[in-house]
């Protein structure tokens, strides 16, 4: 053998020891995964912002009125913009009678009252597992607890809008009913 073939021989011998040792020590997958890592990120971008064009695309589509309404005999009919029209043209298209009017009233008012228990209740819970359970348990309960409180507050929030829908005889929404000057008395009167 010459100087030469042995120079030819000694690099070669040397990148396949070191492709088995990287074989050997870097997993399969790993490479795979370092190579698809700038793909990855440019899928997962393309992906936020088809989300963020979605998501705005519903926000605007959710601000604009529902302006038609399609009963189930298949007739369609224009809703009234004004709030009062509107609760009026529910009013007659629902057959309701004053009584069944009274009734849904004081229904609303009870699942409201019901509504205030479950989150007054949810909240002692949530003071007396702080105190009184042992933290095991209090770390299982707890966020339980509080969901329900959560649950509570949003509930108790819908049905004194609905109580005030029904007592005013207004389709209002969410936020008209939040800027009422006596917000506090749908709640808790």
């Known amino acids: 053998m010459t100087d030469h073939q042995i120079g030819e021989k000694s690099p070669t011998k040397l990148r396949r020891t070191a492709k088995l040792a990287n074989s050997a020590l870097v997993p399969k997958g790993v490479g795979l995964a370092v190579g698809q890592f700038g793909r990855s990120r440019q899928n997962l971008s393309e992906a936020w912002e088809a989300a963020r064009e979605t998501r705005q695309r519903l926000l605007n589509e959710s601000k604009l009125p529902i302006k038609t309404v399609i009963l189930k005999d298949g ?102 009913f939040l800027v009422q000057p006596k917000f506090f008395r749908w709640i808790f009167c």
């Open 75 to 176: 007739s369609e009919h224009d809703l009234p913009t004004d709030p009062a029209e509107r609760f009026e043209f529910l009013y007659r298209v629902m057959d309701w009678s004053p009584a069944h009017h009274a009734s849904q009233i004081s229904a609303a008012r009870r699942a409201k009252y019901g509504s205030i228990v479950m989150t007054i209740v949810a909240f002692a819970l949530v003071c007396f597992m702080i105190f009184n359970v042992p933290m095991w348990i209090a770390f299982l309960l707890i966020p339980t607890s509080l969901t329900v409180l959560a649950v509570g507050v949003a509930t108790t929030f819908r049905w004194a809008l609905v109580e005030y829908q029904y007592t005013r005889r207004s389709l209002v929404n969410f936020k008209t």
